[in-house]
């Protein structure tokens, strides 16, 4: 699967400590198995010329109080507290000074960020993505962009889950209605692809 380095973005959602970390919060061992894969993809990426996105799941201590039925706290209990160590995204990354890093407080990282925005002034319309948690903010950020006319391309080895079935199911949710899946292996960044 060949890529346009000019106009596709790798999107790495959530490869932050609280996650991928056996002290933080909310780790899952399958988030910790794919930093080397994600953190060797980011350098092919870097090394074609592509630009290279990070999500980052931030929570400020209040964010919930009042909610009306949107509760992260109540489904996960707290984590990624803004500030924290646990917010942090993993040292393996390179994440380089012209890398873009998005802010977000719910599952979909286009859900009032400036990720949308930023995409369509730098002309990407393809988005390779990888990252944490399969079933979760990966699906949501995907379905997001399909939804926004991106080309969404979810890379299989490349993206972590609490449970095996977590990660199929999303995989195969995305690839039957909103986008394509790939392994690493598969992908290639060309010009004029």
Known sequence: MEFDPTDTALVVVDMQNGFCKPDGSLY????????????????????????VVFTRDVHPP????GAH??????????????????????????????????????????????????LTARGIDDLVICGTL?????LHT???????????????DCIGAIEADHREYALDHADWLFGEVTRAEDVTFVSGA
């Open 134 to 138: 399969a079933n979760v903010c990966v």
């Open 28 to 51: 899952a061992p399958g988030s910790e198995a794919v930093v080397d894969p994600v953190a060797s993809l980011v350098d092919r990426a870097h090394d074609a010329g592509s630009r």
């Open 69 to 118: 039925y949107y509760d992260e706290f109540e489904q996960w209990g707290e984590h990624v507290l803004e500030g924290s160590w646990e917010a942090d995204l993993v040292a393996e990354l390179d994440v380089r000074e012209d890398d873009h890093v998005v802010e977000k407080h719910t599952y979909d990282a286009f859900h009032e960020t400036e990720l949308d925005g930023w």
């Open 62 to 65: 209040e964010q919930f109080d």
């Open 142 to 156: 995907a379905g997001s962009a399909g939804l926004r006319d991106y080309r969404p391309v979810l890379v299989e």
